[in-house]
């Protein structure tokens, strides 16, 4: 064995050792892929992490999937998925069980969420999936629930702010998530699959919470907009901006159509990506429409009311759009 491997190398050949899912084995030996000094004196380490990955990774695509544990997944419904995460007992399942409906499993105890709970939070005229997950902790990673993550169109990290353990919780799922190319964070560029996330410092009722929630925000502000909160004692104004926050996370805007002739449907908005335009509103509505869209007027974000508008004008929340083919 050569000497000098960097002790963070080390460590993950340790976490290798423990792994058992295939998945988490691919990303630790990955890991130690990218930690290995490339030179002569390992050559042998080299080729075997290579062959090693290239194994799991062959097992995988032949089904291994099945002999992986199980996996769930879970149906999309409303205007975007939200994975709410965290460590043990910060209040992630209070969180979600005060912004929607219906209730999911709170108790006084860590680990007291075991199975994903999904729960539509109302906001305005459209309804938003969150996903209450179990907590992460060290040794308790449920790799569906990281699957979970994974497959949401954003995420919200709840911490306990009046715990003593808040931020270094919050520095070990941003380490675990950021070791399975997950990144969480207000804005993308650090690589992997990029979630838009808030971190909730949430039972911001209890006094502890009083100094703990500013060195939160000096340590994550950088990376994250941290909101302050309180699931047990938020007042309904409290718990609708809450709403508002968590519903802007998913970049969409509302958009109500309306036939020629017709009054517009303002019952059941379309919601499109922020920063859609007529055409692309079009082929979400039909994808046949951008063939035979001739003309598009808008009420909302035009200069005038029922104004035509090109192709190419960027909608905004709330606008009617009426699109004649
Ligand atoms: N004071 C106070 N207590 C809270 C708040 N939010 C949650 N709690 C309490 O904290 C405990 C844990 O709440 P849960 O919502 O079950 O926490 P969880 O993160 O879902 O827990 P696990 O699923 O076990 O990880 C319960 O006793 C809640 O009543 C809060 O904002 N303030
Ligand atoms: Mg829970």
């Known amino acids: 064995m050569p000497a000098n491997l960097p002790p963070q190398y080390v460590k993950a050949e340790e976490r290798l050792r ?8 691919i990303a630790i030996l990955e890991e130690m892929w990218s930690l290995l000094p490339k030179h002569k004196g390992t050559d042998k380490i080299q080729a075997d992490i290579k062959r090693r990955i290239s194994k799991l990774k062959e097992q995988a695509e032949k089904g291994g999937g099945r002999k992986k544990g199980f996996s769930i997944s879970i149906v999309r419904e409303g205007a975007g998925q939200i994975a709410v995460l965290g460590p043990p007992n910060a209040g992630k399942s209070s969180f979600v069980s005060i912004l929607a409906h219906p209730v999911s499993g709170v108790a006084p105890y860590p680990f007291s969420t075991t199975v994903p709970h999904p729960a539509m939070m109302p906001w305005r005229d459209v309804r938003v999936q969150l996903v209450d997950l179990p ?3 060290p040794g308790h990673v ?17 911490v306990d702010a009046a715990g003593v353990t808040a931020r270094e919780d919050t520095e070990w799922i941003l380490a675990e998530m950021d ?10 560029g650090r690589g992997g699959d990029f979630k838009r996330t808030i971190l909730v410092a949430n039972k911001a009722d209890l006094p502890e919470a ?17 909101v ?22 998913l970049g969409v805007v509302r958009i109500y159509s ?12 379309f919601t499109v990506r922020a920063g859609s335009t007529v055409l692309d509103f079009a082929a979400h509505v039909h994808k ?24 190419g004008h960027i909608l905004r929340d709330g606008d009617i759009v009426e699109l004649s083919l």
């Open 258 to 269: 309306k036939e020629p002739g017709r009054k517009p449907d303002l019952d059941q908005p």
């Open 210 to 226: 009083g100094a703990a929630i500013p060195a939160i925000a000096g340590q994550f502000g950088r990376r994250f907009e941290v």
């Open 179 to 188: 070791r399975r190319r997950i990144t969480l964070g207000a804005a993308a």
């Open 288 to 311: 046949d429409f951008t063939r035979s869209l001739k003309q598009a007027r808008i009420w909302g974000s035009a200069r005038f009311e029922g104004q035509a508008v090109s192709r």
């Open 18 to 25: 423990a792994a058992k899912d295939p998945g988490e084995r």
């Open 228 to 249: 302050s909160f309180s699931s047990a004692a938020a007042n309904p104004a409290g718990v609708e901006s809450m709403r508002t926050r968590v519903f802007d996370l």
């Open 142 to 158: 449920e790799h569906w629930a990281v699957d979970i993550v994974r497959g949401a169109d954003a995420a919200v990290l709840v």
């Open 135 to 137: 907590p992460f902790a």
